[in-house]
């Protein structure tokens, strides 16, 4: 149940990123002005950052990217997070969904974690936008089933994600992680979990649940989880 050492082949992978993005622009230029000034799943980002930075790596070149991790003083997470304000700032909403399709087929991947990482990237910031908004969307269960193969202890470590004690139980297929207390819900919405981000109510299921709600401020925007540096915008599975 838990994951295989099976590896997909590349064009399959590259497939699914084209398809998710193509989706994904669409979903966007569906948005009204309200819902891209939402908050997500993604700490402090709003819809409109999300999308910046989802479409970075189309408009980025190797050395202004080099230079804008220099003005951040290395940190990767302060870049992204940095480029991401500035760059919502500067585009209009439908030129950032409008760049996310343009772009379904191209090669870029995050710097570590390969051709997968590029899917993960896409399939869970797509989440972070969707799920927060209520839309109700499905990920294709094949693109999720390449992502649940890869998770691992270093995928959590990675982005800071607590589930010692715990064991994620999918109802909707058959894949389960960790070992402990069970916690159910969807796969894609345990995707989330392992990539270190908390869920609105409803999405999960046992007695461990509310352990990993997301907590809501009065203006309905999301508090940080703790004060260490969040690792939820850097790019890698």
């Known amino acids: 149940m838990g994951n295989t050492t099976h590896r997909r082949p590349t064009a399959d992978i590259r ?27 993604c700490g402090g980002w709003r819809v409109r950052e999300v999308a910046a930075h989802m479409t970075m790596g189309f408009r980025y070149s190797l050395p202004r990217m080099a230079r804008e991790l220099i003005g ?48 993960g990237h896409d399939v869970i910031h797509g989440l972070d936008i969707t799920v927060a908004l209520g839309l109700g969307r499905r990920v294709p269960e094949d693109r999720v089933r390449i992502l649940l193969e890869s998770v691992n202890a270093r995928t959590l470590k990675f982005f800071g994600a607590d589930l010692g004690g715990i064991e994620l139980r999918a109802e909707d297929l058959d894949w389960s992680f960790g070992t402990g207390t069970p916690l159910f819900g969807d796969a894609q919405d345990l995707l989330l979990l392992a990539y270190g981000r908390r869920l ?11 352990r990993f709600l997301a907590v809501q401020t009065c203006d309905g925007g999301r508090l940080p989880r703790d004060r260490r540096p969040s690792r939820e915008h850097e790019d890698r599975p």
Do not use: Q
Not at 93 to 113: C, Q, S, Y
Not at 200 to 210: A, V, Y
């Open 72 to 119: 951040a003083r290395g940190s990767l997470d302060r870049m992204t997070d940095r480029c991401a304000r500035k760059d919502a700032a500067a585009h209009a909403p439908r030129a950032l969904a409008a760049f996310l399709g343009a772009n379904a087929d191209h090669p870029w991947k995050p710097p570590v974690g390969g051709i997968e990482a590029a899917l």
């Open 15 to 41: 497939a699914a990123i084209a398809a998710e993005r193509r989706e994904l622009a669409a979903v966007l230029d569906g948005l009204s002005d309200e819902e891209w000034d939402a908050p997500t799943l």
């Open 200 to 210: 609105p109510p409803g999405h999960l299921r046992g007695e461990p649940c509310d």
